[in-house]
C-alpha cells in the first residue's frame, strides 16, 4: 500500500466550476500536511499547508481529519491558470523531515 | 534572492555509465534534499544532508550515493545508470530549524537509453 494515496484524474472541469480532490495517507504519526502544486515539467511549489482546523487561501480550502486519515483539498471558481497537478504531501517521523509525497491528482479547467 | 540552481537542466546518458547532478541551496539555507521523480509519479526522497553529512535516505540502492560541500552545495551521484534511473531529479533546501520550508530548484532531467 501506498503511503500517500490519491486519484490521479484527470479531473475536467469548466472555469467556474467547484472541484475538490482527496487523499488518505497509512501514516497514523504523521504531523505536517501540505498541497502542493506542480506544472507540467515544472518543479512542486508549495499550495498550502493543511490542519485539522481546515484552512482556506482565496479560492482554496484544505481540510484534514486525523480519524479517517483524509485531506482534502477545494478549488472554488475554478480558472484556467489552475490547471495542474496537486499533490498530496505528509511529512515522516523521523530527523530528515522527509516530504512522502502522493501520485498527484491532474486537473484541467476548460474555458 | 537566488533559489535553489540545479545543472545540468538536461542530460542524456547510456546505460552503464555515470552521473553527477549539481545543487546549489538557496541563499541561507543549510539542508539540502534530493528527490526522484519518474513520470506519472510523485516525487520519491532519495537522501538529505546536512553538516555534509547525509541524515537521513530513502528506499534507493547504494549506486546513488552524494556529497554537501561547507559552502552547502550537494551533488548527486549515479552509478551504473539503468533505464529505469530516468526521471526528474529535484534538489530542494530548507533551514535545519525550519525543516518544514522546502524550496524546490527546477530540476536536472535525466534520461538514460
Known amino acids: 500500500r501506498k503511503e500517500v494515496e490519491q486519484d490521479p484524474g484527470p479531473f475536467n472541469v469548466p472555469e467556474g466550476a467547484t472541484v475538490a480532490f482527496n487523499c488518505t495517507y497509512s501514516n497514523s504519526a504523521s504531523q505536517s500536511f501540505f498541497w502542493y502544486r506542480q506544472d507540467c515539467r515544472k518543479e512542486p511549489k508549495l499550495l498550502m499547508s493543511?490542519?485539522?482546523s481546515g484552512n482556506e487561501d482565496g479560492r482554496f480550502t484544505a481540510q484534514l481529519n486525523r480519524a479517517s486519515q483524509y485531506i482534502s483539498l477545494l478549488i472554488r471558481d475554478s480558472k484556467l491558470s489552475d490547471s495542474a497537478t496537486y499533490l498530496c504531501v505528509v511529512t515522516a517521523m523521523d530527523s530528515s523531515y522527509k516530504l512522502i509525497f502522493g501520485s498527484g491528482t491532474r486537473l484541467l479547467v476548460r474555458p | 534572492d537566488a533559489g535553489v540552481t540545479q545543472s545540468p537542466t538536461h542530460l542524456i546518458k547510456t546505460r552503464g555509465q555515470q552521473v553527477t547532478l549539481r545543487c546549489s541551496p538557496k541563499s541561507g539555507h543549510d539542508t539540502v534534499s534530493w528527490y526522484q521523480q519518474a513520470l506519472g509519479q510523485g516525487p520519491q526522497f532519495i537522501f538529505q544532508?546536512?553538516?555534509?553529512?547525509?541524515?537521513q535516505r530513502g528506499n534507493f540502492p547504494d549506486r546513488f550515493s552524494g556529497h554537501q560541500f561547507p559552502n552547502y552545495s550537494s551533488e548527486l551521484n549515479v552509478n551504473a545508470l539503468l533505464l529505469g534511473d530516468s526521471a526528474l531529479y529535484l534538489c530542494a533546501s530548507s533551514l535545519e530549524r525550519q525543516p518544514y520550508g522546502y524550496t524546490f530548484g527546477s530540476g536536472t532531467r535525466l534520461t538514460v537509453v
Open positions: 544532508y546536512y553538516e555534509e553529512e547525509e541524515r
Open positions: 493543511v490542519y485539522s
